[in-house]
């Protein structure tokens, strides 16, 4: 990689940041609904155009890091030990990235918006379902399944299973004010889907 193009690299995360930073302040002071992609760009000092090189959507903005946490899933999977079982490996993954760390204040109130915000709801799904391709294929490996075997529903049940517990502890983590574990509130699900109970 050049000088040049790293710097470029540079200049285009820092832009990145610097309008992530201006929207999420535009959502959470007047709401996400309220808050226009003109406002935003005007507020960043961009023009619109400028906003779509960086974003596909105004929700991507706030949900843009659940597609690159999808990846570093993806990675801290491959690096659990293939001798430990589905739902474990799972678990660790979600460890290794901080996606059950979590604490109250701004984490919390960008949480509400998510969860109160219909369109956020439906884009944060899509962003899961891209999460299920990633870690589908390790899930097959783990059981012992050959890659190209799509016939067995067990991997991508037992990933969307682990999302979907994942999501029901957010939003009661979020309806519970932030008070309550979010990995004690995963592992509860976890532990209610794997029962049958």
Same mark, same amino acid.
């Given at each position: ?14 832009? @990145? ?36 090189? @960086? ?8 949900? /843009? ?5 999808? #990846? ?12 430990? #079982?589905?739902? #474990? ?11 059950? &760390? ?12 998510? @969860? ?43 990933? &969307? ?14 309806? /519970?004010? /932030? ?6 509130? @995963? ?8 029962? /049958?109970?």
């Amino acid at each position: 990689m050049t000088e040049e193009s790293t710097l470029w690299q540079r200049s285009r995360q820092a832009a @990145y940041a610097e309008i992530t930073s201006t929207a999420m302040r535009l959502f959470l002071d007047q709401g996400f609904e309220q808050t226009t992609i003109d406002q935003i760009a005007t507020t960043a000092g961009i023009s619109r155009r400028s906003f779509f090189r @960086y974003f596909g959507t105004k929700e991507d903005v706030v949900l /843009g890091g659940l597609a690159q946490q999808g #990846e570093l899933m993806r990675d801290a999977l491959e690096n659990v030990p293939l001798t430990v #079982e589905p739902w #474990e490996a799972l678990r660790q993954a979600l460890h290794a990235v901080d996606a059950l &760390a979590v604490e109250p204040g701004v984490t919390l109130k960008i949480a509400k918006m998510m @969860y109160g915000t219909p369109s956020l709801r439906a884009r944060s799904i899509e962003k899961h379902l891209h999460w299920q391709s990633l870690l589908v294929p390790n899930i097959r490996r783990r059981l012992g399944l050959a890659e190209d075997d799509a016939t067995d529903p067990a991997p991508a049940a037992i990933v &969307a299973s682990a999302i979907t517990c994942l999501d029901v502890a957010g939003e009661l983590w979020t309806s /519970g004010d /932030g008070t309550e574990d979010l990995g004690v509130l @995963y592992d509860r699900a976890v532990a209610a889907v794997r029962s /049958g109970a």
